[in-house]
């Protein structure tokens, strides 16, 4: 099969799983081509495809809105596509960040054969230990291996979703028009910024621009962290929700935390998810 791989990630956990799935397709004879969603980007070339991935980080037990506006713009199709998806937690309310994809691409013709969602690191709330990283990363790979082999034969489970986590989920999209409201507020520690630019250059939705040097804000942010998160200096401020930054990449090949050193925060979920990746 010839696999097309469209990719939203704000801070790399997706790339890095998206790119793992690819891996072990490409090891089971399939080739895969990658496309960054990113704003004002062309859209891919469909043809010659056998079978398209659409990867997302959870956003507010949503899809990010880049994502439903890809979609609804993606060129028209038959061929199977999955959705892949990496969550902070392992949270059934993370299911019903695919049901607007799945209502998107079912209008534009295609069928959803499967959803596959990894848990990695937070890049907001608060910082995960490396070792819970590393523990979480030993768990994703193995779930891609068993992933990759149902892609292989062409199959895969698709989520139920109840209506309560529905209804929760349809709450949490005012974070759609209230991003960009918030991201113009986002501003550097002038004592701190350098004026290197990894913020602009690693912005997906192209929201910021240096002037003099600093980088400022526009309208158009989805609160993806990248800023924040991939700044050299941890000089991105974003405004109310400041204490929950995270700055600086996981360390994911590290030593795995014991169940002992899993976090006290949904302690029984991530054992239980860990537990159940191990037996895989
Ligand atoms: C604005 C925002 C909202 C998030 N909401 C959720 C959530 O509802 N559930 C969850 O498990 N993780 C949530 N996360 C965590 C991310 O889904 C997780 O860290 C993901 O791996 C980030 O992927 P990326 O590096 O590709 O952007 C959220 C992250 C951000 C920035």
Known sequence: MNVLFCVFSGTGNTRRVALRMAEELRALGHTASFYDIKKKAPMPETEGFDCIFFCYPVHAFNAPKPVTAFLKKFPRGNVPVYLLRSEGEPSKLNDASGISPKRILKKRGYLVAGEFIYVMPYNIMFRHSDGMAAR?????ERRIVRDARAVDALGGEVKRVNLIRRAAAFALRIEHPAMPVLGKTF???KTKCVGCGACAAGCPCGNITMENGRPKFGMACV?????AFLCPVDAVRISLLNPWRVNGRYVLEGTPATDEEVCRYLHKMYTRYFHESEQL
Not at 136 to 140: E, F, V
């Open 223 to 227: 609160g993806c962290m990248g800023c």
């Open 136 to 140: 979480m990363w030993q768990a994703a």
């Open 187 to 189: 501003h550097v520690d």
